[in-house]
């Protein structure tokens, strides 16, 4: 007998299913997937608030069930919740199968929806950042542990084989004692202008984007983050009537369980030209006493040119599409992010030692860093102290 797995799936935005007709986001690929090569039956419950959003699921679950012809093993049922999760939980009764609970919505709705769940005793994983609050992150871990029901932040970039090498190498001492670190992240501005146009303000570029690299920091390094210092422009969004910062600086102070301290400073925008040959650009540095390891994040060696479009720069690692036997699969470093969660639900989470897992305990320490920058922000780019996290 095929075991049956169902999730909870609240959002189905960009993340989930794609921003437009062409894409299909990772989410819903990752779920297909999953149920393609386990041969598990899958049935995705689904929290929405609006007709649209019905609409937009189906017309990709439709696609994905033809593309990787998953015939019956995936299906589904709306709960109409209004955005909230008295509703859908008064709506949904527990199912005897194996749970799991994934979260993709704006930033600032994470940890009402979180702390729901777990209550009602259902596993999660809540796409980056578990909160913009510190205090929230931390009531969700000690719940999380007073209920013993796991909850995990996708941060996908720990499943990256460039950032994987980058951690071993690091552990093994090969660049020495860190000095300092760098990254550039940008995005096209279709992005706070069209795809997340509903939400932008309530976030920032740093909360949402340049926190992936903060929680690279503490995955490669093992450091606790000490202080932080950022700054930021409000100069062509504002003139479109998006109250948000273009761009934001940062600098984050680190320790070592050695007691060294070195700096990473991370820039980041969302007004990269629509243009750009890719959505996001990206890199990760990190320079030691004894050499440096560089990751070129965007430039991946995959270009494509045609009479229709401009250069793209692919990135064939995160989540593309590859054929399969007698039809296509997903593939991918947030395909696999995805796809590790649900493969513990399944196995009750019997991996307790993976490395690249980020759980709420984990979490905490970008949470931290953006709760920082949001206060340096605020208080004219000054240096602000991050308190020992007794966690």
């Not at 004894?290 to 401009?310: M, P």
């Amino acid at each position: 007998m095929k075991k049956s797995l169902e999730i909870i799936l609240v959002g189905t935005g960009f993340y989930v299913c794609g921003k437009n007709k062409k894409e299909y986001g990772t989410i819903l690929p990752a779920i297909f997937s999953f149920a393609k090569l386990n041969q598990i039956n899958v049935k995705i419950i689904i929290a929405i608030n609006k007709e649209n959003s019905k609409n937009h699921f189906l017309e990709k679950y439709e696609s994905l069930k033809k593309l990787i012809d998953t015939k019956d093993l995936v299906k589904y049922k709306f709960i109409f919740c209004k955005g909230l999760p008295k509703i859908f939980l008064k709506e949904y009764k527990i199912s005897k199968n194996f749970l799991a609970g994934i979260i993709s919505i704006p930033d600032d709705l994470h940890y009402e929806w979180s702390e729901a769940l777990l209550k009602a005793k259902i596993p999660l994983m809540v796409v980056k950042p578990l909160t913009l609050k510190l205090n929230e992150s931390i009531k969700l871990y000690e719940l999380s542990k007073k209920l013993a029901v796991p909850i995990f932040v996708e941060f996908h970039k720990r499943f990256d084989r460039q950032i994987k090498y980058v951690r071993d190498s690091f552990q093994n001492g090969l660049i020495g004692d860190p000095l300092y670190s760098y990254t550039e992240y940008t995005q096209r501005k279709e992005v706070p202008m069209e795809n997340f146009k509903n939400w932008v303000e309530r976030s920032n570029i740093f909360s949402y984007l340049g926190v992936h690299y903060v929680d690279v920091m503490r995955y490669v390094t093992g450091a606790v983050p000490k202080r932080v210092n950022a700054s930021g422009q409000k100069s062509f969004l504002i003139k479109k009537g998006i109250n948000s910062y273009d761009s934001i600086q940062c600098n984050i102070e680190w320790e070592t369980n050695k007691n060294i301290s070195f700096n990473q400073f991370i820039i980041c925008s969302w007004i990269e030209s629509n243009k750009s040959s890719s959505m996001s650009k990206q890199d990760f540095h990190i320079v030691g006493t004894k050499g440096r390891l560089d990751c070129e994040q965007k430039e991946r060696g995959l270009k494509i040119l045609t009479d229709d479009a401009f250069t793209e720069e692919v990135n064939p690692d995160f989540t593309k599409i590859y054929s399969y036997k007698d039809s296509f699969i997903f593939e991918g470093y947030g395909i696999e992010s995805i796809n590790n969660y649900l493969f513990n639900v399944i196995n009750k989470f019997s991996s307790k030692n993976d490395t690249r897992v980020c759980d709420a305990k984990e979490a905490i320490y970008s949470t931290a860093v953006i709760e920082s920058a949001f206060k340096s922000l605020k208080n004219n780019s000054t240096w602000t102290d991050i308190k020992p996290l007794v966690i």
